[in-house]
């Protein structure tokens, strides 16, 4: 989210950089590409998964590099991997993700509702006012809430982001339930980094398209 205020906008740094696309993109990948080589086995496609999720955390503590984003993809893949394999369904692997996405686009949508749009909140917690930088307060975390013009924005780019999760089920919630394992897989994929990493650009264009609209500050008159 801190790309969404930045000056400039890099894809790359958006989905975490090249390293971290492959360890988010691999798992996934190579469950659809085992599952179909090994003529549709699936425990194969889930070793193959488990194996590459894995091996990310393993790479990153040995070059002491920090593991965050490597641990929270062995949580989901594993969640994956342990559901599809006590069903014997490979469609399940798929099937925390689809929650996850309904999660997000309940919390996104009904933050919007309520007006407190989900964007502004986590803007504000991480800007230079704001409660987790050095010296910031709830109150400057908030400050966008006294401005209309603000609030709509935020509402907005929120809408936009609901609207994603929600692509990604209207698209997968049917290949899932018409068992589709190749297609869904697919579909997770293309619908993963590469339409967050759009939907992350149009939120940037939107809110500096704000910024750059915002008068300046007139100067401050000089002392006596």
Known sequence: ?????????????????VRGAVESVLPGFLFVVVF?????????ALIASAAAALLAVVVRVVQRTPVTQALSGVLGVGIGVIWAWRTGEASDYFAWGLLTNVAYLVAFAVSALVGWP??????????????????????GALAWRHDRAQRRLYSAVTWL????????????????????????????????????????????????????????APPTPPGP
């Open 1 to 17: 989210m801190r790309a969404i205020e930045g000056e400039q906008f890099s894809f790359a740094d958006s989905i975490g950089g």
């Open 36 to 44: 179909v080589a090994a003529g549709q086995e699936l425990r194969p």
């Open 118 to 139: 989900l964007v502004g909140l986590v803007l504000g917690l991480f800007r230079g006012d704001g409660p987790l930088s050095e010296s910031g307060s709830w109150a």
């Open 161 to 216: 982001w609901a609207g994603m999760f929600g692509l990604r089920l209207v698209v997968q919630v049917p290949l899932f339930l018409a068992d589709q394992v190749t297609a869904l897989g697919t579909a997770k994929l293309v619908m993963g980094l590469p339409l967050t990493a759009v939907v992350l650009w149009l939120s940037w264009m939107l809110v500096r398209g704000r910024t750059a609209a915002s008068p300046a």
